[in-house]
């Protein structure tokens, strides 16, 4: 295997034992340290290489987290939607309103707030997992690369 050459070379934390690919950063963003090193030896890459696995287990378990509130989150909405239909007010079978002062409305606005919020949870939980996966991806095989020299 060869290095990736579309990535610079990571400065490492060996407080937490993360890679820390942002130049400018003055402190890991795991343990808050700032005492960066440049080069790590054969023996340091292996518990380098398991951080790395962590964060992307971390990132997994983060991933289903956020597929959970999604899908909470939706059931609601449609349980919203579907009380919406049952506080409609009709006249000989005809349809002239809403009743907002109905014990369906109210479990239809609940419905759709709690809704909204868990999806939207989710989804922002779902891009920080996505984000995080494909980081820990990048420092697995940048560490596999250098495993392999």
């Excluded at 960066?36 to 023996?43: A, N, T």
């Excluded at 380098?48 to 989150?73: K, P, Q, T, W």
């Excluded at 014990?103 to 419905?111: E, K, L, P, R, S």
Aim: with cysteine; net charge positive.
């Amino acid at each position: 295997m060869h290095e990736p050459t579309e990535y610079k070379k990571p400065r490492y934390c060996p407080r937490c034992h993360t890679l820390i690919w942002d130049e400018g950063a003055t402190a890991c963003p795991n343990c808050k340290g700032g005492d960066f090193v440049s080069e790590i030896d054969e023996k340091e890459i292996r518990d380098y290489s398991r951080e790395a696995h962590n964060h992307d287990i971390a990132g997994y378990d983060l991933f289903n987290n956020a597929m959970c509130f999604i899908v909470i989150g939706g059931t609601a909405l449609i349980i919203g939607v579907l009380f919406v239909f049952l506080s409609l007010i009709r006249r000989r079978n005809k349809i002239v309103g809403i009743n907002p002062v109905s014990f369906q409305f109210f479990v239809a606005v609940a419905g759709l707030a709690v809704g909204l919020v868990l999806v939207v949870w989710g989804v922002i939980n779902l891009v920080r997992a996505i984000l995080k996966r494909k980081q820990a991806a990048i420092d697995i095989a940048y560490l596999a690369a250098r495993r392999t020299k």
